[in-house]
């Protein structure tokens, strides 16, 4: 039962914290950005197939600058941390 848990919640939270970031991202973006962003149904897609990974993809699409996609490889070390953390917390709490 403790392997089921740690997965599923390694499974959601691996969907949530990336779309999270990314929504927040383009609620933020500039409409010159934001003509190149996914549309929302491509958000969700991207995100629950490459997970951590669409928030570089996003990014890179979206700035298109050296300095965008620094800020993307910040973005995804903290989604991973994030991910690390919580999958470590919940090895300890979880029975």
Not at 2 to 29: E, M
Not at 68 to 83: K, P, T
Request: proline share 6%; charged share 15%.
């Amino acid at each position: 039962m403790h392997d089921v848990l740690l997965f599923s919640l390694q499974l959601v939270l691996g969907i949530a914290v990336p779309g999270a970031i990314v929504r927040r991202d383009i609620r933020r973006l500039p409409p010159a950005f934001l003509a190149r962003a996914w549309p929302d149904t491509s958000v969700w897609i991207a995100v629950a197939l490459v997970s951590p990974f669409a928030v570089l993809l996003h990014f890179a699409r979206t700035r298109r600058t050296l300095r965008g996609s620094l800020l993307g490889v910040v973005w995804f070390a903290a989604c991973l941390l994030v991910l690390f953390l919580s999958a470590s917390l919940a090895d300890i709490v979880i029975p």
